[in-house]
T-cell receptor, first 111, second 111 residues
């Protein structure tokens, strides 16, 4: 069974569209994260939730909105997609910092 | 501010040792980590070291920490082709919630 799963794996969309990426972990971890990895592989934290509460909210445009319906799920909704949003988005989870288990990533391409 | 730096590439022959280096700026770092990312996959936490330790060994992996110089290294003994990946250095500060990643070192292992 996959420990941290993300859907979709690939997402190709037009500028201006709204899209969501879903993440689920079956490890019973309390903390979940969203990271953005750019084309140079630089990895940057976007959000972190602990027991459904937002604990890290980095300088991310308001167009990005995380939602944690329960502690096993952390979804990412992106409004009005821009070219610069193209990246690989990784979900991760852990019992406490640092992130221990990463999902396989969602490659977002904005045309 | 917080910053983690690594050299971008390293090439070694199979069977040789690899040494991947990292420097960090946050003197309040409490934990330092090494992650491995294989092509098309998420990161895996390989090993970590507490800031009050100098060295940690885990099978083929040896982590050395020079806290005075804020320098961390990962040595992989008897490097195999399966070790080819990107290795990320990361640190967590005293607050414990935020993990900062370096840009990653691409390790190429030649047969």
């Amino acid at each position: 069974d996959t420990a941290v799963s993300q859907t979709p794996k690939y997402l190709v969309t037009q500028m201006g569209n709204d899209k969501s990426i879903k993440c689920e972990q079956n490890l019973g971890h309390d903390t979940m994260y969203w990271y953005k990895q750019d084309s140079k592989k630089f990895l940057k934290i976007m959000f972190s939730y602990n027991n459904k509460e937002l604990i890290i909210n980095e300088t991310v445009p308001n167009r990005f909105s995380p939602k944690s319906p329960d502690k096993a799920h952390l979804n990412l909704h992106i409004n009005s997609l821009e070219l610069g949003d193209s990246a690989v988005y990784f979900c991760a989870s852990s019992q406490e910092s640092p992130p221990r288990v990463f999902g396989p990533g969602t490659r977002l391409t904005v045309l | 501010g917080e910053d983690v730096e690594q050299s971008l590439f390293l090439s070694v022959r199979e069977g040789d040792s690899s040494v991947i280096n990292c420097t960090y700026t946050d003197s309040s770092s409490t934990y330092l980590y090494w992650y491995k990312q294989e092509p098309g996959a998420g990161l895996q936490l390989l090993t970590y070291i507490f800031s009050n330790m100098d060295m940690k060994q885990d099978q083929r992996l040896t982590v050395l920490l020079n806290k005075k110089d804020k320098h961390l290294s990962l040595r992989i003994a008897d490097t195999q082709t399966g070790d080819s990946a990107i290795y990320f250095c990361a640190e967590t500060n005293t607050g414990g919630f935020k993990t900062i990643f370096g840009a990653g070192t691409r390790l190429f292992v030649k047969a």
